[in-house]
Structures are given as structure tokens and as C-alpha cells.
């Protein structure tokens, strides 16, 4: 990881609220919490959502004022980036609704995803999902919105706000400029819906012979960086 100097610092937190962020606890017991981003005030605190709790007891050992943690934060886009900084609880709310205040960080660190940048293009394409033993398929109709030789980002609509595609392999299936069907043989690492609008993060299991053609035709560099 590299620590990011000051101006990039608070880019971190130029989040829309309701970004999910993952909270490691390792003390009294280890614990692993994924909460919801409401805000934060530069310098002084991030304010997050308490988790959803079925007593009044739960987490009441581990949540606790000075209680110490690591909290990470993906980043999608070219690079495919995980956030992580050390933080404390500063203060619990209880009123009007429960929030946890977590210390403003002093150093952010950042690591790239991907070992290939990708390029955001628009391209038509279908996943392809064997459903059984029996052969039958299941496609899902949709554009290719980034994509490298190692993986793609690939984006469809959805009438419910819960679909999403489930980590499994799948085959890609697109057309080169030049009229060539190419179905790639993938992997889904991970899926987001947002608003009806579902991004499914996939990693290419082989490369297709006419991809880097077809790369070279989008102007995407396909050396590693």
C-alpha cells in the first residue's frame, strides 16, 4: 500500500451516503461489520449507521467508545482501488437513531486491484450462464462499460433494486468491430446493484485470440502497468 498525501486524503470521503464500509475488530473478539457511510466532517469524525441489531446486548462489548479498528472501502473504477485506514470510536448515539462517530484518520492507504488498468468504453454484450445439468442458459443482455485482458465491467438494467449476479463462471459474449463473435470463458468476482442498474465485476478465466484485436481496434493499451 502507499500513503496518499493530503489532497488525496479526502477524496476518500467524496462518497454519495450510503456507501458500504467494512469495519475489522479484533478486540475483545474478532469482528468483521459492514456499515453504511451517512457522512463525515473533515478533520474531526465519519458517521456511520449502527448495524442492525436483534437485542439490545449485541455488540454491546465490542461497540464501545475507544474501541480500535481498521476500516476498508472499495473503489470502483479504472484502477480498482481498497481504501484502508486505522480509526477509534469516538462516540455512540443513541437518539434519534443509533450512529457510531469514528475518528477522522490520520494516514489513508491505498492498494490497486486490478494489475491492468482498464478503459471505459460501451460495448454490447451478453453474460451466458449455464443454469443446470441439462444445458439450459440463462442471458443476461447488457454493455460492456471497462475492460482489459484481464477482466471486464459489465453493466445491465433490472426492474428490482435486489437483483444481482451471484459469483459463479460465465461466458462473455461479444462482437469484434470486425464482425468476429468472441465467448470468453470468466468468472464473477462481484456484483452491485444501485438503483436498478446492476455492475458485475468479471475476471477473464482465458483470452479469446481476437481480444487483443479487438483492444487495439479501442485504442486500450495492453501492456501491464
Known sequence: MSEL???????????QPGKSMDLQINHP????????????????????????????????????????????????GNKGE????????????????????????K???NRQLRTQQRTSIHIPAVI?????????????NGAISDISLKGCGFSFKSKSSSTNVNKRKVFICLQSPAGVDMKISSEVCNSRNKQGVVNVGIKFLEVD?????LLEQLFINTNDS
Open 82 to 105: 481498497c481504501f484502508a485506514f486505522r480509526s477509534t470510536i469516538k462516540h455512540i448515539t443513541i437518539y434519534p437513531e443509533k450512529f457510531l462517530f469514528l475518528e477522522y484518520p
Open 107 to 109: 494516514k489513508i492507504e
Open 128 to 140: 451466458m450462464i449455464e443454469e443446470d445439468e441439462n444445458n439450459k442458459e440463462m442471458r443476461i
Open 209 to 213: 485470440e481476437h481480444l487483443p484485436e
Open 5 to 15: 498525501n493530503a489532497r488525496e486524503k479526502t477524496q476518500i470521503f467524496e462518497l
Open 29 to 76: 473478539v474478532p469482528l468483521r461489520l459492514k456499515l453504511q457511510l451517512v457522512g463525515y466532517d473533515i478533520g474531526k469524525y465519519i458517521l456511520l449507521k449502527y448495524p442492525r441489531v436483534t437485542s439490545t446486548s449485541e455488540y454491546k462489548d465490542v461497540l464501545v467508545e475507544g474501541n480500535v479498528m481498521i476500516v476498508r472501502y472499495l473503489m470502483e
